[in-house]
């Protein structure tokens, strides 16, 4: 059919023609946005194209026939949205729209499960795998074969879970936004979402190295731009890309979080450090001098290089026995006993030291004193201190 036989006018195939700014109103908007509705099986950037050239056309039209011209006088010109579509599709070679068919009870049904069993997946699966919960990577996998009759029934558009009531409106959103700046960014995300998968599969099946990183983020980058492009047309794929998305997004959120969180060195060694005495790795509870031949000592006070005294403290029994904070003790001669827990009563109970036995080295030379030294006459008193 010609247009101009009609008296309808082609749009317009230069862009030179056109003004600078496009502002269509009333019922010029109506029609563009109904020409919108009948182009929406195409992809969306050759959609943005056809509509450049319809506003331009739409454009002229309201300049012939005034500044605000009604729907009839349109629909005289240029016939009906979806006509004027209709040329449009024939005009460029697409095939004809997809015939909508009325979505069945027990079809809207598999298209909810199906949609429970994606987000299911989205949520559970990849922070299962994050945080190392095997039950919510098991909830997670529940979730596919709620999808599968809907994915096994329907065709690669997915028409019954597109005509939900509860998602026409977000979904309309949702193509709206990937006409605009989200649009133009979704390539680069199929590169993120690509690294985001060499990291997770790196940290959990190969050896943590940024070279395992790279090398299959190169493998990856591919993959993911293949699967970006293929699920624009194809829409099953939606139930696998939508998962690793949410995947990626947590590995992005999460991984630079890690790294501020990790402390420094120093701050580990600090960490690491126990109170109390220790011994080849071994918690020392007491001490118990002996002189040279294996005559056990008491009342033996012990100081460090810089006077201060050595303390072996019970913290075991601290930790069972909150009321042993109450009261800190002095510092007390050795041997002091060991602290037990009364199982009777929870309580930090002392036991006296028990006989001991030790094998004395055999004694050696003794050394000269050191010049300037000073050996006391007499023990001085020594002050016990908190």
């Known amino acids: 059919m010609n247009a101009e036989d009609d008296g309808k006018k082609a749009p317009p195939a230069g862009a030179g023609d056109r003004p600078a700014v496009q502002v269509l109103d009333g019922a010029a908007r109506e029609f563009l946005d109904g020409v919108r509705a009948a182009l929406s099986d195409l992809p969306p950037g050759e959609v943005d194209e056809i509509l450049d050239d319809v506003r331009a056309h739409l454009t002229e039209l309201t300049g012939e026939l005034g500044a605000s011209p009604d729907r009839e006088a349109l629909a005289a010109r240029s016939g009906t949205p979806q006509a004027y579509a209709a040329e449009l599709r024939a005009a460029a070679g697409y095939p004809p729209p997809p015939v909508a068919r009325p979505v069945e009870p027990q079809g809207r049904t598999t298209a909810r499960l199906a949609v429970l069993g994606m987000a299911a997946s989205t949520l559970m699966i990849p922070f299962g795998l994050l945080f190392g919960s095997e039950a919510l990577v098991l909830l997670g996998v529940l979730g596919v074969p709620l999808a599968l009759p809907a994915l096994l029934r329907e065709g690669p558009r997915m028409t019954a879970v597109a005509e939900l009531p509860e998602l026409r409106a977000p979904l309309a959103r949702l193509r709206r936004l990937r006409t605009g700046f989200v649009g133009d960014l979704q390539a680069g995300w199929w590169v993120v979402r690509a690294i ?191």
């Open 196 to 386: 985001a998968a060499a990291v997770v599969l790196t940290f959990v099946f190969v050896d943590r190295g940024p070279l395992a990183v790279v090398l299959l983020a190169v493998i990856g980058i591919p993959i993911s731009v293949w699967l970006g492009r293929l699920s624009r047309t194809d829409r099953r794929l939606l139930w696998l890309v939508v998962p690793l998305n949410a995947l990626a997004v947590a590995v992005v959120v999460l991984v630079p979080t890690s790294w501020s969180d990790s402390p420094s060195p120093a701050a580990s060694e600090a960490d690491y450090a126990q109170p109390g005495l220790y011994q080849d790795g071994e918690y020392v509870y007491d001490i118990r001098p002996v002189d040279a031949n294996g005559v056990p000592l008491t009342g033996v006070y012990l100081f460090d290089q810089d006077g201060r005294p050595i303390d072996v403290d019970q913290y075991s029994c601290r930790e069972a026995d909150e009321s042993y904070y109450d009261a800190p003790e002095a510092v007390r001669p050795y041997p002091r006993g060991t602290y037990e827990v009364d199982p009777d009563t929870g309580r930090c109970v002392l036991v006296p030291p028990a006989p001991l036995v030790v094998a004395v080295p055999t004694a050696t030379a003794t050394a000269a004193p050191a010049p300037g030294a000073v050996t006391p006459a007499a023990p001085a008193p020594v002050t016990p201190t908190g």
